[in-house]
Structure formats: structure tokens, C-alpha cells
T-cell receptor, first 112, second 111 residues
Framework: KAGVTQTPRYLIKTRGQQVTLSCSPI?????VSWYQQTPGQGLQFLFE???????NKGNFPGRFSGRQFSNSRSEMNVSTLELGDSALYLC???????????FGPGTRLTVL | AQSVSQHNHHVILSEAASLELGCNYS??????LFWYVQYPGQHLQLLLK??????LVKGIKGFEAEFIKSKFSFNLRKPSVQWSDTAEYFC?????????FGAGTILRVKS
């Protein structure tokens, strides 16, 4: 069974731009969560989607948003990029919100 | 606030040494507990998880963890480490539907 896939794997943007990251969950998984990983802050929860509805949101500004489609694929968007948004963005999927999450390889975003 | 503490940020061991990585979490009622590993250049992988039942949980690659409810701890152990265990290890606690991670422990195993 294919794992969680994330595209693109690497991205370079400049301050003020916006970016959209994509996540395709494991087949059959309906829950998708997003995390930000940085050397300074570690792994932090961004948000969780299940059946196209946002169920939980972490402590991030409104510039960070996401959505989930009917096929469970998810996108996250960051607008007005700041240097501090440079990070590895991880997506994790699970069958449902109560099941174990499996992580994708991440998208490495660099903001210049 | 919900938090997870990992006691050591860096651990260096020789091959065949025993490993124990500490993890404590803040009280939050019923929780699910996980250990994840990130090998150099690879993505996060699940090592083991505890939801309920036997507090001694066995995972992949010879790892195990013990849940001690009275101490709010979920320590990871391996009797004999190998060079290939060099990686960063994350303890995570699921509060409700949100995973909260510890800061991670970087393990380096010398051959």
C-alpha cells in the first residue's frame, strides 16, 4: 500500500508570497493532519481535517489555512510568507481521528 | 497547557549498550502514547504506540516502552543498540485529537 505522499518536496519562495502544499493520504484514510517542524520549535501541530471538516487547529496565525477534498486529499496554504515560515511541513494520515497517524516525507519550504 | 518532556536532547552510546529514553507528559485524562523515529534523511516513522491494555508495549526493531500511569511516563528502551539506531526519537502524546510532541532526543551510536 502506498504511503502518504506530499508535493512538492522542496520549495523556495520569497517574503510576501503565498504557497500551497499538497498531501495525498494513504488509500482509505480519511483523516489528515498537518505539522510544522523547525529546529527551534520542534514539531508543532497545525490543523486536522476529517471528512472535509477542520476538527482541530493549533496556535498558528490566520495566514495558515487548509482544506480537505472529498477524496481526502488535503492542501495547506500559507499567505504573506515570512522568513520564520521556513520549515519542514509534514502531513500525516489516519483511518479516522482515533487511529494512528502515519507521516509523509514532508515539504521543505525555504523563505528568502 | 498540554506538554511532553523528553529528558535528554543528545545521547551517545556505544554499540551493544542498553538504551532508555525518558518521556513525561502533563496530566490530561486519558491519553494515547507514541514513540516516533526519524532516521537521517528519512521521514518520521512510528516505532510503537500505547492505547490501552498491557503497559509494556513492544514495537519494531527490538524497541519497547513502558507506560507508568502514576508517573505520567512512557520511557523507550532497547537492551542492545546498533549503529543503525542512530536517529532522532520523538515521544508524542495524543490529547483528544491533537498530537503533542516532545522536543526529540538525538541518539548517536558509536561503532
Amino acid at each position: 500500500k502506498a504511503g502518504v505522499t506530499q508535493t512538492p518536496r522542496y520549495l523556495i519562495k520569497t517574503r510576501g508570497q503565498q504557497v500551497t502544499l499538497s498531501c495525498s493520504p494513504i488509500s482509505g484514510h480519511r483523516s489528515v493532519s498537518w505539522y510544522q517542524q523547525t529546529p527551534g520549535q520542534g514539531l508543532q501541530f497545525l490543523f486536522e481535517y476529517f471528512s472535509e471538516t477542520q476538527r482541530n487547529k493549533g496556535n498558528f496565525p490566520g495566514r495558515f489555512s487548509g482544506r480537505q477534498f472529498s477524496n481526502s486529499r488535503s492542501e495547506m496554504n500559507v499567505s504573506t510568507l515570512e522568513l520564520g515560515d521556513s520549515a519542514l511541513y509534514l502531513c500525516a494520515s489516519s483511518l479516522d481521528p482515533t487511529d494512528t497517524q502515519y507521516f509523509g516525507p514532508g515539504t521543505r519550504l525555504t523563505v528568502l | 497547557a498540554q506538554s511532553v518532556s523528553q529528558h535528554n536532547h543528545h545521547v551517545i552510546l556505544s554499540e551493544a549498550a542498553s538504551l532508555e529514553l525518558g518521556c513525561n507528559y502533563s496530566y490530561g485524562g486519558t491519553v494515547n502514547l507514541f514513540w516516533y523515529v526519524q532516521y537521517p534523511g528519512q521521514h518520521l516513522q512510528l516505532l510503537l504506540k500505547y492505547f490501552s491494555g498491557d503497559p509494556l508495549v513492544k514495537g519494531i526493531k527490538g524497541f519497547e516502552a513502558e507506560f507508568i500511569k502514576s508517573k505520567f511516563s512512557f520511557n523507550l528502551r532497547k537492551p542492545s543498540v546498533q549503529w543503525s539506531d542512530t536517529a532522532e526519537y520523538f515521544c508524542a502524546v495524543e490529547y483528544g485529537n491533537k498530537l503533542v510532541f516532545g522536543a526529540g532526543t538525538i541518539l548517536r551510536v558509536k561503532s
